[in-house]
């Protein structure tokens, strides 16, 4: 009987770790949603001052498989990613 009792314990303590690490890699890295945050910004800013107040339609986010999707146009699709290069974390 103890020894079932201290397996059924040793097989709840690993799914507890691997459960644990499962989860703390589905989180998102703080780092780069403000990196993202930041060229997205950016990205706008230049838009704007280019086009007009509120021009940009300029957006990005990070999906859950830890990807970034953005749209606008081009020109802006090319300057998120420099930013984000030269930020150290390159899309591609």
């Not at 703080?30 to 706008?44: H, Q």
């Not at 230049?46 to 509120?54: M, Q």
């Amino acid at each position: 009987m103890t020894v079932v009792f201290v397996e059924l314990l040793v097989l709840l303590v690993l799914f507890g770790a691997l459960n644990a690490a499962q989860q703390s890699r589905e989180k998102k890295n703080p780092a780069v949603d403000e990196v993202v945050k930041k060229c997205v910004e950016i990205v706008r800013k230049e838009t704007n001052d280019r086009l007009g107040f509120k021009f940009s339609q300029f957006d990005a986010y990070i999906k859950r498989d830890k990807t970034v999707d953005f749209i606008g146009t081009a020109k802006e699709r090319f300057s998120f990613e420099k930013c984000m290069d030269d930020s150290e974390y390159p899309l591609k």
